[in-house]
C-alpha cells in the first residue's frame, strides 16, 4: 500500500523555493483570490439590483411564490436522496485515499470530507442559481410592463448569477483544498467525484421531473383539449414552470460546475505528472487561474445586452462573439505570463478549444433556431403528419452531429501537435530531454512528448472553460425566460397589451440557448474525457511502480500505452461497454420519464373529468396543482438513483475484474458514444421544440391547425431527448473518467481477469 508520495514531498520542497516561482504564487495568492473577491461582490450587486425593483403585481408574484416553493421543496427532497448516495459511496471513496496519505485514519478522514464537500458544493452552486432564477421570473415580468428590452438584460442578470457561482465556488473549493492539503493534488479526485454524482443525480432527477410535467401538459391539454399554453386550468402547469427550474437552472448548473470541476483537477493530476517529468509546478497553477479569469469575458458581454425582437437571434451572437473575442486576447496574454515566449504554442492549442466550441455554438443555433432550413423544415414537415415531423427531427439530430465531432477531432490533433511543439521548444530538440525524473527514476523521452501532447489538448479543454460562465448565463436565461412567459400567460389579466408576444420570442430564443449549452457541454466534456484519459494512462503509468499487483504486472502499467491493442479481445470489450453505456443509462432515464408522463396525463384526465367547472373555466374553480407536483417530485426521486447506481457498479465491477488497461479502453468507447448519442438528442429534441413554436407564432396555419397538433406531438416525442436524456450525456462522461481516476489504487491492485489471455 502507498504513503505519503515521494512526488507531493517534492512539489512541497520546490513550492518553498519562493523566488524560484514568483509566478506561481502570484496566481495561488494575488490573481485567484482576487478574482474570487470580485466575483462574489458581483453577486451581491446583482442582487441588490433585484431587491430594489417595484413590485406590480398580485396574482403573478402569487404564481412565482408557488414556483419557488416547489422548486425548494423538490431540491431538498432530492438532496436527502443525494446525501443517502453519497453514505453509501463514503467507504470506498474514502479507502481510495489511504493511497495517498501515511496516515491511514487521516487519509480516509480528509478523503471523505473532500468527497462531501465537492458534492455539497455542486448542489450548493444549483441551488442558489435556481434561488437566483425564481427571484428573477417575475422581475422580468414586470421590467417587461415598460420596456421588455430592459426584462431580456434582467433575465441575463438572473442567468449570470449562475455562470458566476458554478465557476466561483469550484475554483474556491480547490484553492482552498490545494493550500489546506499542502499541495496533495491527488486528495482532489474525490472532490471531483463528489460533483459528478451530484451533478449526474441532479441532471437526471431534474430532467425526470420537469418532462413528467410538461409531457403530461401538453398532451391533454394542449393537443386533446386545445387550450392555450400555460392555461391556469392545467393542473399540471405549476409542475411544469418548477420542472424548468429543477432541470434548467439547478441541473445544468451542476452539470457545468462538475465539468469545469474534471477540467480543473483533471488537469491539476495531470500537471503533477508534468512536474514528476520537468521540475517546473507552474502547471498545476495554470488551471485554476484561466477558468476563474474567464468570468472577465462574462463581465465584459454585459456591454453588448441589445435585443431586436424582430430578429432576436442576433442577439445571443453579439455576446457570445463578444465573450470569445475578449477570450482570445485573455488566452494570449495569460499564456505568455506563465508559459513565456514559448505560450505562443500553447495559445495555439487553447484556440483550438475556442474555435471547437464556437462551432459548436455555430451548428447547434443553425440546427435549433426556426430562422434556419432545418428547424423550418420540421415545421413544414408537421403539415403532413406527426410521424414525418418526428422522423424530420432525428434527421436533423442525425445530420447535426458530423461536424461538430470532426471540428472536435481537428481540434485535438492541432492541439496535441502544438504541446509536443512546445516542449520540444523548451529543450530546444528532443535529444536534450532529460533521461530521469525530479524524483531519478528513468523515464523515456516518448513519454515526456505524449505527457506534453495531452497538455495541449488539456489547453484546448482550459480555453473552452472560459466562457462556461457565458454558455451557462445564457443557459440559465431560457428557464427564467420561460416562467417569465408561463406567469404572463397565467395572469394575463394583469399583463398588459403584446406583453405575452415579445416574452414568447424571447421563450423561442431561450430554447435555441438553452440547445447551445447542451451542445457546448457536450463538447467541453468531449475535451475533458480527452484530457483526463490520458491522465489516467499517465497516472497508471506514474503509480505502476509504486503500488503491488498480483494479477498486473508493473511493467505492463509501466509501459500501459502499448498494451492498449484491439487485437486483444480484452480491449474490444472494454470499448465495447464503454460504448454502450450511454445507451444502457438512456434508456433507464426515459424509461423513468414514460412512467412520469404516464401518471401525470391521468392525473390531467381525471381532474378535468371530476372538477365540475374547470373545463369551463368557471370562476373561483382551480385544479389541485400540488397533486401534480408530487407525482413529479415522486418520479424523480424514485427513478433518478437506479441508473446512477447502475453505470458506477458497472464501471467499478470492470475495473475490478479486468484492471485499468480494460477501463483505458471503456473510457474511449464511453466518450464516443457519450458525444454522439448526447449530440443527436440534444439537438433534434431542441429542433422539434422550436418548430413547435414556429408554427404557434403562425407558420404553416398557426395554433389550432394541424400542423400545430402534429408538431405538439412531434415537441412531446423530443423534450426527454433535449431536457433529460441529451443533457445526461455530458455528466455522464465525466463521471466515468472521474470515477475511474478515483478507484485507480484499487483497479491496480485487483484485475483479477487482466491475465485470462497472456501478452508476450
Not at 462556461?468 to 428557464?479: A, C, K
Request: charged content about 15%; some cysteine.
Amino acid at each position: 500500500m502507498l504513503f505519503e508520495l515521494e512526488i507531493i514531498l517534492k512539489l512541497r520542497e520546490i513550492l518553498a523555493l519562493f523566488g524560484n516561482n514568483i509566478v506561481f504564487f502570484a496566481c495561488l495568492y494575488f490573481i485567484i483570490p482576487i478574482m474570487l473577491i470580485c466575483a462574489f461582490l458581483v453577486i451581491i450587486n446583482i442582487f441588490r439590483k433585484i431587491k430594489t425593483l417595484e413590485k406590480k403585481t398580485k396574482l403573478m408574484r402569487e404564481i412565482s411564490d408557488y414556483i419557488h416553493e416547489g422548486s425548494l421543496i423538490y431540491l431538498k427532497q432530492q438532496a436527502k436522496v443525494q446525501v443517502a448516495i453519497l453514505f453509501i459511496l463514503l467507504i470506498p471513496v474514502g479507502l481510495t485515499g489511504i493511497s495517498f496519505l501515511s496516515n491511514p485514519f487521516w487519509a480516509f478522514t480528509i478523503t471523505v470530507i473532500t468527497f462531501f464537500t465537492g458534492s455539497l458544493s455542486s448542489l450548493l452552486a444549483g441551488f442558489i442559481g435556481m434561488r437566483a432564477a425564481t427571484k428573477a421570473n417575475i422581475l422580468v415580468v414586470e421590467t417587461s410592463f415598460e420596456d421588455p428590452k430592459k426584462g431580456f438584460k434582467l433575465a441575463y442578470y438572473g442567468g449570470m448569477t449562475t455562470g458566476i457561482l458554478t465557476i466561483s465556488m469550484f475554483v474556491l473549493g480547490i484553492w482552498l483544498i490545494f493550500i489546506l492539503t499542502g499541495g496533495n493534488i491527488y486528495l482532489m479526485i474525490a472532490y471531483d467525484f463528489g460533483a459528478s454524482i451530484s451533478s449526474l443525480l441532479a441532471q437526471v432527477g431534474g430532467g425526470i421531473y420537469t418532462k413528467s410535467a410538461d409531457m403530461g401538459a401538453d398532451i391533454v391539454g394542449k393537443y386533446e383539449m386545445s387550450i392555450r399554453e400555460d392555461d391556469p386550468r392545467n393542473p399540471a402547469i405549476i409542475a411544469d414552470l418548477v420542472g424548468d427550474n429543477v432541470g434548467d437552472c439547478a441541473g445544468r448548473g451542476a452539470d457545468l460546475f462538475e465539468s469545469a470541476a474534471a477540467d480543473g483537477i483533471g488537469g491539476m493530476v495531470l500537471a503533477l505528472t508534468l512536474f514528476l517529468l520537468i521540475g517546473n509546478p507552474i502547471f498545476i497553477i495554470s488551471h485554476l487561474t484561466l477558468i476563474l479569469l474567464g468570468l472577465l469575458s462574462l463581465f465584459f458581454t454585459t456591454l453588448f445586452l441589445k435585443i431586436d425582437f424582430n430578429k432576436p437571434s442576433k442577439s445571443i451572437w453579439r455576446v457570445f462573439i463578444a465573450s470569445t473575442l475578449f477570450n482570445v486576447v485573455l488566452l494570449f496574454g495569460m499564456n505568455i505570463f506563465l508559459f513565456g515566449e514559448l505560450g505562443i504554442y500553447l495559445f495555439i492549442s487553447s484556440l483550438m478549444g475556442l474555435i471547437s466550441a464556437f462551432v459548436a455554438i455555430l451548428f447547434t443555433t443553425y440546427y435549433t433556431s426556426i430562422d434556419f432550413k432545418p428547424t423550418k423544415t420540421v415545421a413544414k414537415s408537421s403539415k403532413e403528419s406527426a410521424s414525418i415531423s418526428i422522423v424530420s427531427g432525428l434527421s436533423t439530430g442525425f445530420k447535426s452531429v458530423f461536424f461538430p465531432v470532426i471540428i472536435f477531432c481537428i481540434s485535438v490533433i492541432i492541439a496535441y501537435v502544438f504541446g509536443q511543439k512546445f516542449i520540444i521548444e523548451y529543450y530546444g530538440n528532443a535529444s536534450n530531454f532529460p533521461t530521469t525524473n525530479i524524483l531519478g527514476s528513468s523515464i523515456s523521452p516518448t513519454i515526456i512528448l505524449i505527457a506534453f501532447a495531452i497538455w495541449g489538448v488539456n489547453m484546448a479543454s482550459i480555453a473552452s472553460d472560459t466562457i462556461i460562465s457565458t454558455v451557462l448565463s445564457f443557459d440559465t436565461f431560457g428557464p427564467i425566460i420561460d416562467n417569465a412567459a408561463g406567469i404572463a400567460e397565467i395572469g394575463r389579466d394583469e399583463a398588459p397589451e403584446g406583453l405575452r408576444e415579445n416574452l414568447a420570442k424571447l421563450d423561442a430564443l431561450g430554447n435555441t440557448t438553452k440547445a447551445i449549452a447542451k451542445g457546448f457541454a457536450l463538447i467541453c466534456g468531449g475535451f475533458s474525457s480527452i484530457v483526463m484519459f490520458f491522465t489516467f494512462l499517465l497516472t497508471s503509468h506514474s503509480l505502476g511502480e509504486e503500488i503491488t499487483s498480483f494479477f498486473i504486472s508493473s511493467n505492463q502499467l509501466i509501459h500501459i500505452f502499448d498494451y492498449l491493442d484491439f487485437h486483444n479481445p480484452l480491449i474490444i470489450t472494454g470499448f465495447a461497454i464503454g460504448t454502450i453505456l450511454p445507451v444502457f443509462f438512456t434508456s433507464m432515464i426515459l424509461d423513468a420519464v414514460r412512467k412520469g408522463s404516464r401518471r401525470m396525463v391521468e392525473e390531467i384526465r381525471y381532474q378535468f373529468d371530476t372538477i365540475p367547472g374547470l373545463k369551463e373555466g368557471k370562476e373561483g374553480v382551480k385544479p389541485d396543482y400540488d397533486e401534480c407536483i408530487s407525482i413529479s417530485a415522486k418520479t424523480a426521486l424514485h427513478n433518478m438513483v437506479k441508473p446512477v447506481l447502475i453505470i458506477i457498479g458497472i464501471v467499478i465491477l470492470v475495473g475490478i475484474l479486468l484492471g485499468p488497461i480494460v477501463i483505458s479502453a471503456l473510457l474511449i468507447g464511453n466518450l464516443l458514444g457519450c458525444l454522439i448519442f448526447g449530440l443527436f438528442m440534444s439537438i433534434g429534441g431542441a429542433s422539434l421544440d422550436n418548430a413547435k413554436k414556429g408554427i404557434e407564432d403562425g407558420l404553416h396555419g398557426g395554433k389550432g391547425s394541424f400542423a400545430h397538433k402534429a408538431s405538439i406531438i412531434g415537441d412531446t416525442f423530443g423534450d426527454p431527448l433535449k431536457d433529460t436524456a441529451g443533457p445526461s450525456m455530458n455528466i455522464l462522461i465525466t463521471t466515468v473518467n472521474t470515477l475511474s481516476l478515483t478507484f485507480l489504487p484499487l483497479f491496480i491492485m485487483t484485475g483479477f481477469l487482466w491475465a485470462l489471455i497472456p501478452i508476450f
